[in-house]
């Protein structure tokens, strides 16, 4: 019962990143080339990077905009979004012990960057 449940875990973590894919041209001509599971991780590490550059041009810039104590708490709040994508994408890459993980896990952080940059950039607006 466990084993089928973390196989369905890791079968949902890679369809989540399977949609992640879809939405990114780059991201989906990579993976269609990609041969190995390095390969895959190697793709997602690249529009990982680019989605952290993203999100660090939109955090400063929501950063900027915020007064007072609501600086403070956003750079709290990032802060802690960081240990949580980092933990959570680090238990998604643990989930079989096989090397999908290794997708799921990059695949994790390419997600959760792209959807906290976004979060970031709806904070100041157009």
Known sequence: MIRTSLAVSALFLALCGSAAAADN???????????TTADMVNCNAKEAKVQDTRLNKAYKTALAAQEGARKQQLQDVQRLWIKYRDANCGFAGSATGGTIDQVNGSGCVLDMTQTRAQELEDLVGP
């Open 25 to 35: 041209a780059a991201l989906k001509k990579c993976m269609d080339s990609a041969d």
